[in-house]
């Protein structure tokens, strides 16, 4: 062929197919990766803008996840797809229902009867399993519950490649067949040393659901304010979640001079739980007590052993003063918040806290002393007296939640006055508490500190950080975390764990910014935690494919640590 042809040729080309030519490639190799992935780089489908999103229009649930996969495509490449559903010739097409179990393997219904059982029966991994196979034909999305192609559409959105502008995008043939490791995917967030905005917080689901999480742990209560509005007691959020002013630094005895408040009304947190259930996560919140309750004892200093005054504390740390386990009107308060809790908050899990509640005040205290003896509490070698008290309220806390079809979970201080009967055990310090809710076969959620307390130093070096509350949790350590425990636990004892949770206090955190440089991009390593199998986890090959998130946080606008150990 002649020169001058061939130039003819492929110029012909470039303007018959001048995007496909430019367009940017699809990698599937996403964060937490999928549990099966197959990818023919040879053959490769485009995306283009124009094309449609087919989905069951009848379902509004599905039509709402079609809109989110179409606004991300949109916000990640550039390219503009429609709307169009049940149309079977669509470039991308979301499927559900018991059609998907012919492509999800090992799930194949076996007769008519188990047909039509099969969505109870299924663990809730199994509910938010997908397949997306991606042919000469199109993207094809199978997920057997909505919940699966929401998670089919992140783990597509994360694929994609960050173009932004690009009016087409190429992506190889792949076969990926996913579900989770973990029913249980959360990260907590303390709202009560500083107060995040409602944004803010949207913000922080939406990244806990681009990392597939499903529980957000929101810590609404402290010694240095109180967040949830009460209606019937008006003045314990107005008043209980101001202090005064704020200790700088780490207990210095300096102190800022600015008075420090804010508190999420009803409608705020309702608007949340909304937010949060279309991404298909839960909101647990979670009131701490009998400890950690300054906030609340500032403005009924009745409930305290000693009477008060108390103040919304200034300083961090552990307080002496709590809610007096011996005075009626402690549990009378309780039982007020927790309902209105459960009015705003449908979770099925409310977190009572139980955590650091010394027992200085209610050893001398003659109410916490007498309602002791009138429960006839003993010190049994194993468990004191003033534990046991803590035990009996959250006995009462707990059949109070019962009777509204709620459990509770409490931090593994719980364990020490014993158990109550449903109770689950948030285990911090370290997983020893998690072991031993486990054998005595409670169900538990582990979030040592060691593994999953983000509010510690990342890096090694403290110069290159913001001031933080101290420890060393690189990401390297973050990710190298197995929840299981199964060098001590039977494998029947381990079902009882339901999964990791990374926990972010915010003593030192004040500015939605150094919230997210703190979680990003440690969540991506608990997010391969709770995601993975151990045999799935690599941390190079973690690390290979971090770049592509950070891509993400850089378009999305959230800060991140950019240096990782
Ligand atoms: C905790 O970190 N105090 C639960
Ligand atoms: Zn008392």
Not at 271 to 290: S, T
Not at 347 to 373: F, L, M, N, V
Not at 402 to 414: M, P
Request: aromatic share 10%; glycine share 8%; with cysteine.
């Amino acid at each position: 062929m002649k020169r001058q042809t061939l130039a003819a040729l492929i110029a012909l080309l470039l303007l018959t197919f001048p995007v496909n030519l430019m367009a940017e490639r699809a990698d599937y190799c996403v964060i937490p990766l999928p549990k099966s992935l197959t990818t023919d780089d040879t053959k490769t489908f485009f995306l283009h803008s124009g094309q449609g999103i087919s989905y069951d229009a009848g379902n509004p649930e599905i039509a709402r996840n079609a809109q989110f996969l179409r606004t991300w495509v949109r916000e990640i490449t550039g390219v503009s797809l429609t709307l169009t559903p049940d149309d079977k010739h669509a470039a991308i097409r979301l499927n559900t229902g018991l059609a998907a179990d012919k492509n999800v393997k090992g799930r194949k219904a076996k007769n008519k009867k188990e047909k039509r059982k099969a969505p109870a029966a299924l663990t809730a991994q199994q509910q938010e399993a997908y397949v997306i196979t991606v042919d000469g034909s199109g993207i094809e999305i199978n997920a057997r519950m909505p919940i699966g192609l929401f998670r089919a559409a992140q783990t597509l959105r994360k694929s994609l490649p960050v173009t932004q502008e690009a009016d087409s995008v190429e992506l190889p043939y792949t076969r990926i067949s996913d579900e989770p490791r973990f029913a249980y995917r959360g990260a907590m967030l303390d709202c009560a040393r500083h107060y995040f905005s409602v944004e803010t917080i949207k913000n922080y689901i939406d990244i806990l659901a681009l990392h597939g999480c499903n529980q957000f742990h929101w810590h609404l209560t402290e010694d240095q304010g109180w967040r949830f509005e009460v209606q019937a007691l008006p003045e314990l959020a107005k008043k209980g979640s101001v202090r005064e002013q704020t200790v700088i630094g780490h207990n210095t005895g300096v102190y800022d001079g600015q008075r420090y408040g804010g508190y999420y009304s009803q409608a705020e947190c309702r608007e949340l739980v909304n937010y949060a259930a279309a991404r298909y996560i839960n909101i647990i919140p979670e009131i701490d007590l009998p400890g950690h309750m300054m906030g609340a004892l500032h403005v009924f200093p009745n409930l305290g052993c000693t009477g008060g005054p108390y103040p919304v504390c200034t300083r961090w740390g552990v307080m002496n003063e709590v809610l007096c386990a011996g005075n009626p009107e402690t549990i009378t308060f309780l039982k007020t918040v927790l309902g209105e809790l459960c009015d705003v908050f449908p979770s099925k899990y409310i977190h009572i806290g139980g955590d650091e509640c010394p027992k200085t005040r209610w050893k001398q205290c003659p109410k916490c002393q007498a309602k002791a003896k009138a429960l006839g509490l003993k010190d049994d070698g194993k468990h004191s007296v003033e534990n046991q008290l803590q035990s009996w309220i959250n006995h009462e806390m707990e059949s109070f939640l019962q009777a509204r079809g709620r459990n509770i979970i409490g931090w593994d201080e719980v364990l020490e006055g014993g158990l109550t009967d449903d109770g689950i055990v948030m285990s911090w310090r370290g997983v020893k508490g998690g072991i031993e809710a486990a054998r005595q076969h409670h169900r538990v959620i582990m979030s040592p500190t060691t593994f999953c307390y983000i509010d510690y130093y990342q890096l090694r070096d403290r110069g290159l950080q913001p001031d933080a509350i101290g420890g060393y949790l690189p990401l390297s350590q973050v990710y190298s975390f197995e929840p299981l425990a199964a060098d001590v636990l039977s494998e029947e004892e381990q079902k009882y764990i339901l999964g990791p949770q990374v926990n972010l206090w915010t003593e030192y955190i004040a500015y939605p910014q150094h919230l997210f440089y703190m979680l990003l991009p440690r969540l991506d390593a608990i997010s391969e935690v709770q995601w993975c199998y151990p045999g799935q986890k690599d941390f190079e090959g973690f690390k290979s494919r971090l770049p592509q998130m950070l891509k993400i946080y850089d378009l999305m606008g959230f800060s991140y640590c950019r240096k990782y150990e």
